[in-house]
Every structure is written in C-alpha cells, then in structure tokens.
C-alpha cells in the first residue's frame, strides 16, 4: 500500500467525509480533464466520527450508492486519509540507495522518526531530491499512519466490490487540485494562497506556497453548528433541519436570528485561522483567500470575507475550464463543486 506512488490507470476518487462520501471520476482528453461522473451521497450519523471510520459496513453501503447513482464503471479507487492523522518528516538518507534498499534502511531507522509502535504504523516514503548538488545525502518524506485508518478505509472499499489502489493524504489531494483554481497560479507561484475548507464538523486552513502546503491547521467547526441551532430553535430533527437550511422553507426570523449570526462565526473562524497562521511564522498577509466545503456554498459569505480582509476570496471550483460527459449535470456540478476539491484531487492521482 502506498502513500505516494504515482498510477497512470484512472482511479475513482472518494473523499470519506464526516456526512457524506463525494465521489469523482475524470479522464483526460486533449483539451484537458474532463468530469466522467460524480455524485455525493449522505452518511448516517455516526458512521464516520471526524475522520475516523466508526461503521465499515455503512460506509461500503453508502459507496456502493454512489456507484450506482454516478454510473461511475471504474474499480480502482483513490481516498485519502486526514493530514491530522499522518505524520510526516524530512530525513537524510545517504545518496544513492535503490528504492529497496531505502525502505530496508527506513524500515530499520524508523523507529527514531516515528512517536508510535510500529506495528501499528504504515509507513512510506518518496525521494525529495539532494541536499545540494554535490551533496551525499539525499533527503526523504517520510510519512507514516496508523495502520487502522488505512485499514478501514481499504475494508469499506474493498466491500463496496472498489480496489483500493491509492491511499493519499487530505493535504496532497488539495495540493494537487488547486492549481486549477487559481489561475495566474504559474505566472506568480511565490503568491500565499490560503484555503479555507470549512464541512460539516472540521474546518481546515491550509496555506501553500509555490505549490507546497506551508501550514495546515484544523478545528472543530463546520455547518453543523447552525444546523444544530435550527433544531434547537425550530425542534427539528437533525434530517430536517439539514434539509430545510440547504433547501429552504425555514420562518422569516432565521435569516436574521441564525443565518446572519453564522455568517459573521464563519468569518470569525476564518480571521482567527489566519491570525494563527500569522503568528506561527514569517507573514503577514496572505494574497488570495480560497473558501471551500459546502460551507463556501452559503451566498453572500465570500463577499463578506473578502470586505472584511480586504484580500481576494474566491469559491472553489475544481471543474471551472473541465469539460463534462454527458452522465453530468453541470448545474448540479457547480453546486456541489465547493465540496468535491479532495475528491477532484484524488481523481486526478489516475492522470499525472
Ligand atoms: N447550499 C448550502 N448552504 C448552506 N450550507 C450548505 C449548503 N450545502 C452544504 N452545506 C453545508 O455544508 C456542510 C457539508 O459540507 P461538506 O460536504 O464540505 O462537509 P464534509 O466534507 O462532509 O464534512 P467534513 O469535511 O467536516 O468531514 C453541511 O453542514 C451542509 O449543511
Ligand atoms: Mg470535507
């Protein structure tokens, strides 16, 4: 199982999520990617507790949903497991070493490297490059995850008739798609771009720079805070209220009672991440604020954000210059693509 390797053959990505599981599949054809299918299906409550898989068999149900309502026909999967949950590290390896003899070499030293027992740990490793040109030493991304979240995920795959043939990292897949969001992203790689996936129980502030994750930060905050205050206040179940606040028909007083209030939290979160970006390094401002999740999808929020900054917000949407097949709805696209940025990126582990 590998944490890095590259795959040339299509791969299906699934992003296992905290309420749903999101699935796409692209291809490339000469004018670029192109969107094969998608789809997101709801999880039952407790079936995935944060990033954890607490359910394998509600999981492999609800994939085997997604497939059915995408049409997807591809069995090699690609899913990632949460940055939170990986712990990585560049080490010094003499240059030169075979990839074998560098994984008897890792497999031996990792002990120093990694705070866990481990036989509970997977590990895996990619080259980075040399030190300097001249330089013996070559340095070594060394990541490592226990083996259960892995282990999980492959037996929710696996049950839903999938091949697990990429297990990546959340930060990667994002890594790996926003190039496609940000569009002068080649002409001016040393611009900060922050990335703000707030879902439904964990916001996560990733900060990149020349297309590298240079900080990453989650915090327990998503959509079901408010969709917990509309239960609260209108005494409806959890289904309920999930729908009513996506899909409207709440009473006139929730726009200013909940929704207003939650906007300005959103924009809270959003200020205070960044304030603790700050204050961990070497900046002071980020030049372009990406806001994703279904979170991103509430109107009026980027503009809100952006007033406030005074920085450029925009909304993620992997798909903005792809071409769809015909198995997809655009509009429905469009809608849900604020959410479907690790999926993208993990669908994109088949094609580069
Ligand atoms: N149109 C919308 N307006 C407001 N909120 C929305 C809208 N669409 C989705 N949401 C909210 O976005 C959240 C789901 O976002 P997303 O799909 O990114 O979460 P997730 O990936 O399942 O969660 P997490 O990343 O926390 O595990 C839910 O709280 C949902 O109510
Ligand atoms: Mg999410």
Redesign the pocket.
């Known amino acids: 199982m590998s944490l890095f390797k590259r795959k040339s053959k299509p791969v299906v990505g699934l992003?296992i999520?905290?309420?749903?599981v999101?699935l796409v599949e692209l291809s490339m054809q000469s004018e670029g990617y192109q969107v094969e299918s998608f789809a997101i299906s709801s999880l039952p409550a407790g079936a995935v507790v944060e990033?954890n898989i607490n359910d394998v068999d509600l999981v492999a149900d609800v994939i085997r949903q997604l497939l059915n309502k995408s049409r997807c026909k591809i069995k090699d999967a690609a899913v990632a497991v949460a940055g939170s949950s990986v712990i990585t590290k560049v080490i010094d390896m003499p240059s030169g070493l075979t990839e074998d003899a560098l994984e008897e070499q890792i497999t031996i030293e990792a002990d120093q490297y990694i705070p866990f027992p481990l036989d509970e740990v997977a590990i895996d490793f990619e080259i980075q490059g040399q030190a300097n040109e001249d330089s013996n030493v070559m340095q070594v991304l060394l990541a490592a995850c226990r083996k259960e979240n892995i282990e999980l995920r492959i037996a929710a795959l696996e049950q839903a008739g999938l091949t697990p043939k990429v297990i990546d990292v959340e930060a990667y897949a994002i890594e790996r798609a926003l190039p496609l969001i940000v569009d002068d992203w080649e002409a001016d790689a040393d611009q900060l771009v922050a990335i703000m996936?707030i879902?439904?129980?964990?916001s996560t502030l990733s900060v990149l720079k020349n297309h590298q994750t240079i900080y990453a930060r989650e915090q327990l905050f998503?959509?079901?805070n408010?969709?917990d205050e509309i239960q609260r206040r209108y005494g409806l179940s959890q289904a309920e209220a999930?729908q009513a606040?996506?899909q409207g028909g709440l009473p006139d007083d929730y726009l200013a009672d909940l929704l207003e209030p939650f906007k300005e939290t959103v924009l809270q979160q959003v200020t205070r991440s960044l304030q603790f970006f700050y204050s961990s390094g070497n900046y002071s401002q980020v030049d372009h604020i990406i806001l994703a999740?279904?979170?991103a999808?509430?109107g009026g929020l980027a503009p809100l954000v952006q007033d406030h900054l005074e920085t450029l917000v925009s909304v993620a949407n992997p798909f903005v210059s792809m071409k769809y097949s015909s198995k997809v709805s655009s509009e429905d696209l469009t809608e849900a693509a604020p959410?479907l940025l690790i999926a993208a990126g993990l669908a994109m582990r088949g094609i580069d």
């Open positions: 992003d999520s905290s309420t749903s999101k990033k996936d879902g439904a129980t964990v998503g959509g079901n408010l969709t999930e606040k996506v999740g279904g979170v999808r509430l959410s």
